[in-house]
């Protein structure tokens, strides 16, 4: 029998949840674009499309921006001078201090700020508590290196009149052409412009004016009392310089208006890419109307947009201000790092016949407008000229991504919710019945009690810790999700502290602000507040957040931050953070201080000082240029329909090229059923995602992959195991972008830059360096699909050795049971064949490696392995391999890439021991020339610590052409270790 205060209990919280549903389903029905601005409904949007439009339709039109030539000085990499604003007829100059820094790494760096002017300095309204400043703490969060100044670069007399010229980069082939009047710079690469600043004229800062109040005689009832700074100033729409409404909700403007805007020209590219995260084509549209294209700018305000649509320009969760411009054979790129609401436009325009348009004769040129509502104008650019040029330099700057835990890029069972431990448990176990294997099992928001994080519903999970060992048992995690929104209820430490200590975000009169989110009433911490942060670092430690063990991570949703009565379904822009800074400032690097707050968190869970040797996972919905550093992220909720399948394709390019490729997105679609079908493709297709989880809203009927049923649940285990076989290759593909920034899965463009005819591919993918090739199948009732060989190059199917040859369009068969998938010749790739019931489990497991001969003969490849979870291979615990087949010799060998060091670390001697007796067990040659026929061995050499231990010969089976497939061959058992030097020889 219940107690009286039992039913009571439960009867609140069943009739808040209703009250939650409620709330989330009147708002899900289907994307409700009311909920969101439009260009034409922001202000400053509005303001900088006018004034761009006048700018291009005014033919005597004259941008007001010079550069005073006497202030301009240069030292020791970095150009400094005044940027003159003359306001509109007026005598009245602005002064913005300009620095153009030129980095070791040949990236170039602009940055425009305000100077504070005697008279006329900035007035606030509603006695503001507001830092009088623009914002100038991006850096601080998004930039982590990359800044040396370069000692090569030179000023010199430059062949145009008033300019002044900056030589930098790689030999001095880059060149700054600074122009003073009107102020633009063009950036050169082998004396050929490449990207262009306020080629248009667009550049716009809105400078700070007090407010003037309106006598009070020519006021009317009800108008607002403001009249311009200047009356002189007219032409400009001035009506949302003071506040501005949007559903129901005004944000007053204590700062009045303070945009900053810049028009950003690639000459002779026709494609670019980035700005994610928005769904739609990896190749940006064109924003200004026309056919199929978009009317709104592409926008980056990090928001909770339910049921987000496809094809559009819609903000989503997270927000990198990175773009990369493509034309044959060259990429080049931009970073704009602002953490204010930005809009960008993207036209192009196409030079007509002229014999003067030297180098561009008839081509394409994009445009860009950049568009942010405040803060400084700080640019970045990068000349390239190879995409991995721009890639590397940007993620220099903003960090590489975080190498995760093994566990991490394996396979994560999801759903909202699993809704007790002993759920949890069952699954468990009818995975490992059904022999599926799995790494992680989640926990959504059900598992707290009463939404209160850092709690577990007594009830429902009531022996945590048991049902984390039963994982454990298996190498198996738990993720359970903590959110910012802490339950404004007493009683509840969490909340208690956050107020006591002062710790939250407040609202613009500098109270404590209060909205709503999951758990009803909230608060939300203010992790730009250096003390909130090392508050919600004590909140993880395993003696406070009791249940938790060392196999449980964290999952950080909500973090745009959603709010579900706020504008916009997040805070008014007019909140204030730690230093006084609004919300406007910062909006889109909040949901990176939170994730980044509880990365470091984990981090210190074992000891309150020193960094756990173990690497945090934290999943995070919010991002910014700089997230990569810290884990993963996911594409939020999308729909069980086949055009979210095919979106997440090019979504997850999109967050590989732009730095941040631990990427994936909820496998089966978080919204609605998915038919058996459209889940097993989606499993196929989510074998390739970097990250790859499946997930599920709470209305959805349970789908564990062994609900299935067959031929399904079979099908979805083939793709599973494939995945699990191909571990070795991913984990050197993340261990590659940790090192360079490359992504993980990669766009045509990226791999064949040299391919015009490839650039706009979205909707296939090749693995790392792999030369594995992917097209999943996103379209209902497929048996097959179209794949695009960019280059003359022979390719095999994986699973039968089937052959192509590019470049062409070739037709690869595609059943249900099948995924089109490819190996590029000329590759070499490391797999592990044993099937287990998780990766852990994998650990000692041996290895096989499939060598594809292409044209040349030639093949190689790399593995990157460590222990899969410690920091220790920061101390060089690790192997990595390079794997060459040479076919003049018809030798494989087996190379060190470690760095040469006479003294190895304690923690390399221990790995490599622990690896000792971990073997390649089988060498599998694909594409075998005709003269193998009847051979019947191989000859291997051994070096032990780098001396030869002797040869002796394996066993090679050889396999004859079948109809169009590749003759193959396989060495079984060749007896050498994965960590060793070895040589194979096949003549
Ligand atoms: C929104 C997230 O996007 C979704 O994945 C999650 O299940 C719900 N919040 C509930 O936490």
Not at 425 to 440: A, E, L, S
Not at 597 to 623: C, M
């Amino acid at each position: 029998m219940l107690t009286l205060y039992e039913s009571q209990r439960r009867l609140t919280a069943f009739l808040l949840l209703l009250l939650t549903f409620c709330a989330y389903f009147t708002l899900v029905v289907s994307v409700k674009h009311e909920n969101f601005k439009t260009c034409d409904q922001s202000g400053f949007c509005k303001r900088n499309r006018a004034y761009a439009d006048t700018a291009s339709s005014t033919s005597l039109w004259q941008a007001p921006y010079s550069l005073d030539a006497s202030s301009v000085k240069f030292e020791q990499g970095i150009l400094t001078g005044t940027v003159l604003k003359k306001l509109i007829n007026s005598d009245e100059t602005v002064r913005l201090p300009l620095t153009i820094s030129f980095y070791e790494s040949g990236t170039a760096r602009v940055t425009l700020d305000e100077e504070r002017r005697q008279k006329g300095d900035i007035v606030l309204r509603h006695d503001s508590k507001a830092k009088k400043q623009r914002y100038n703490e991006a850096e601080k969060w998004a930039i982590v290196g990359g800044t040396s100044l370069s000692s090569g670069a030179a000023t010199s007399k430059g062949s145009e009149k008033g300019t002044t010229n900056v030589h930098y980069g790689p030999a001095g082939t880059f060149e700054a052409v600074i122009r003073h009047e009107p102020f633009g710079i063009d950036f050169k690469r082998d004396g050929v412009a490449q990207v262009k600043f306020n080629d248009k004229g667009f550049l716009n800062l809105e400078h700070w004016r007090p407010k003037v109040e309106k006598p009070a005689e020519d006021k009317k009832e009800g108008e607002e009392a403001v009249v311009a700074e200047s009356s002189k100033e007219v032409t400009e729409d001035q009506s949302t310089w003071w506040d501005e409404s949007f559903g129901g909700n005004t944000d007053s403007k204590p700062k009045g208006p303070e945009s900053v805007a810049l028009d950003i020209s690639f000459p002779g590219y026709q494609h670019v890419f980035g700005v994610a995260e928005h769904a739609g084509p990896l190749s940006l549209k064109e924003t200004r109307g026309g056919d199929g294209q978009y009317s709104d700018p592409y926008r980056l305000y990090n928001s909770d947009v339910f049921e987000y649509e496809m094809d559009s320009p819609m903000t989503l969760y997270g927000a990198i201000p990175f773009m990369q411009a493509q034309k044959k054979d060259s990429t080049v790129g931009v970073f704009w790092l602002n953490a204010a609401e930005t809009w960008i436009d993207v036209t192009k325009s196409t030079s007509s016949a002229n014999p003067l348009s030297l180098g561009i004769l008839g081509s394409t040129t994009t445009n860009t407008h950049w568009i942010s509502e405040s803060g400084l104008l700080d640019v970045f650019v990068f000349l390239g000229p190879k995409p991995q040029d721009v890639i590397t330099a940007y993620s220099e700057l903003t960090g590489f991504t975080q190498l995760p835990q093994q566990f991490a890029i394996a396979y994560h069972q999801c759903r909202w919710n699993y809704v007790t431990d002993e759920d949890v448990r069952d699954v468990d176990r009818k995975m490992d019945k059904h022999r599926i294997p799995y790494d992680v099992i989640w926990l959504d928001i059900e598992y707290t009690e009463g939404k209160k994080y850092f709690t577990w519903d007594p009830m429902t999970f009531a022996d945590p810790l048991g049902m984390e060992k039963q994982l454990d048992e298996h190498e198996r995690k738990l993720v359970a999700i903590i959110d910012p929104h802490i339950k404004n209820e007493g009683n509840y430490h969490v909340v208690d502290e956050l107020k006591s200590k002062d710790l939250a975000v407040h609202n613009k009169e500098g109270n404590i602000y209060e909205g709503w989110c999951w758990p009803g009433s909230s608060h939300w911490v203010d992790c730009f507040n250096p003390a909130a942060h090392s508050w919600w670092k004590s909140l993880f430690r395993y003696d406070k957040f009791k249940g938790t063990a060392k196999n449980t991570w964290i999952w950080n949703d909500m973090n745009e931050p959603s709010v579900f009565n706020g504008p916009e379904t997040t805070m008014p822009k007019d909140n204030l953070h730690y230093g006084n800074w609004e919300h406007r400032d910062v909006h889109n690097i909040n949901g990176m201080t939170f994730h980044n707050a509880t990365y470091h968190a984990i981090l210190a869970r074992d000891k309150e000082e020193d960094k756990n040797n173990v690497r945090p996972f934290v999943l995070t919905r919010s991002f910014y240029s700089g997230s990569q550093r810290l884990g993963a992220m996911w594409t939020g909720d999308n729909q069980a329909d086949w055009p979210h399948l095919e979106a997440s394709i090019p979504m997850i390019l999109s967050m590989g090229i732009s730095g941040f490729p631990f990427a994936g997105a909820d496998v089966g679609g978080f919204f609605g059923n998915p038919s058996k079908e459209l889940l097993t493709r989606w499993y196929q297709a989510g074998a390739f995602y970097p990250f790859f989880r499946g997930h599920a809203h709470i209305d959805t009927r349970r789908r564990e992959p062994y609900l299935a049923g067959e031929p399904y649940t079979q099908i979805i285990t083939q793709a599973l195991r494939l995945r699990y076989a191909l571990l070795p290759a991913w984990y050197t593909a993340f261990h590659e972008a940790h090192t360079t920034g490359a992504p993980i899965i990669r766009p045509n463009y990226y791999v064949h830059p040299g391919d015009e005819k490839g650039f706009a591919i979205d909707d296939q993918l090749y693995v790392g360096s792999t030369g594995l090739l992917a097209k999943p199948v996103t379209t209902e009732g497929a048996d097959g699909v179209d794949i695009y060989l960019a280059d003359k190059e022979k390719y095999f199917d994986y699973f039968d050795y089937w052959m192509y040859e590019g470049p062409t369009t070739v037709k690869v068969a595609a059943p249900l049971d099948t995924i089109p998938l490819l190996m590029q010749g000329g590759h070499i790739i490391p797999r592990r064949d044993r099937p287990r019931r998780s990766s852990g489990l994998m650990r000692y497991d041996p290895f096989t490696l499939v060598i594809v001969l292409g044209h040349s003969g030639d093949a190689n490849g790399t593995l990157y392995l460590d222990d899969g979870e410690s920091f220790d291979y920061e101390e060089g615990a690790y192997i990595h391999r390079l794997f060459e087949y040479t076919s003049a010799t018809a030798t494989l060998m087996s190379r060190d890439l470690t760095p040469a060091s006479s003294s190895p670390s304690k923690k390399t001697k221990e790995y490599l021991k622990s690896m000792e007796k971990v073997r390649v067990e089988k060498i599998i040659v694909v594409n075998v020339p005709e003269s193998w026929n009847g051979k019947k061995e191989v000859e291997v050499s051994e070096e032990l610590e780098g001396k030869s231990a002797g040869t002796r010969m394996a066993e090679l089976e050889w396999h004859g052409k079948v109809e169009g497939r590749a003759a193959w061959a396989v060495v079984r058992d060749p007896g050498v270790l994965i960590g060793g030097g070895w040589r194979v020889g096949f003549a």
